[in-house]
């Protein structure tokens, strides 16, 4: 299965998949390409460093300066998503893994690889997914609630946001003192696994 690894900073979930690919026999997929809606994401570097191909995905390099500074999100978004449909068609892109992308796809790439788009999210959905949860933003409201175990979900993408169907779960004790920070830093290395286990669970159902 050849995948696109869409990503938007440090890449930690990316060199996951990296490392193992690189040390599975059987691994079911091949990061083919991966992509990134910003240009400076370090993830970016791992994947030259692992002889991946790897594309810069913005506003500005899919609409121009001039048209991106005008252009409201939505326009932004689907700009983007077609950019991405379009360069996964010309790389034979069987899935699409989302890996801390922190943009919303839309349009005809949900309908394009239906069933073969999934997501990382840092939390245990249905609880804390939705617009405006992501990255810290999801500890923090995690931690305002009192919560006694947070984690991480792997999930199918669909039109919605956080909504697909549920992959993987790991799950996390939240102890008391816990800032966002040191949450993350228990659910990361879950991340890490669970990340690849969606992948490879995708890899059996398409």
């Known amino acids: 299965m050849n995948i696109a690894v869409l990503v938007s900073g440090g890449g930690t979930n990316l060199q996951a998949l990296i490392d193992y690919e690189k040390s599975a026999s059987d691994c079911p997929y ?3 390409l991966v992509v990134s809606n910003t240009k400076n994401a370090y993830a970016l570097d791992r994947a030259r460093q692992a002889g991946i191909p790897a594309e810069i995905r913005s506003p500005f390099s899919v609409l121009g300066k001039e048209a991106a500074e005008k252009a409201d999100r939505d326009t932004k978004r689907i700009a983007i998503s077609d950019a991405i449909l379009k360069l996964c068609q010309e790389n034979n892109i069987d899935a699409i893994v989302l890996a801390g992308y922190l943009s919303v ?19 245990l959905l249905p609880k804390f997914g939705g617009v ?24 199918l ?7 697909g169907k549920i992959l993987v779960q790991k799950k996390v004790p939240v102890l008391e003192g816990d800032t966002p920070d040191t949450l993350y830093a228990r659910i990361a290395p879950e991340e890490h696994k669970a990340m690849v286990e969606g992948v490879c669970m995708l890899a059996g159902m398409i």
């Open 157 to 163: 993408v669909d039109a919605g946001c956080d909504t």
């Open 105 to 123: 796809l839309g349009g005809k790439i949900i309908e394009e690889y239906s069933g073969r788009i999934v997501n990382l999210h840092p939390a």
């Open 30 to 32: 091949h990061i083919a």
């Open 132 to 155: 405006g949860m992501w990255g810290h933003n999801v500890h923090e409201a995690v931690l305002a609630a009192g919560e006694k175990e947070s984690g991480c979900t792997v999930h």
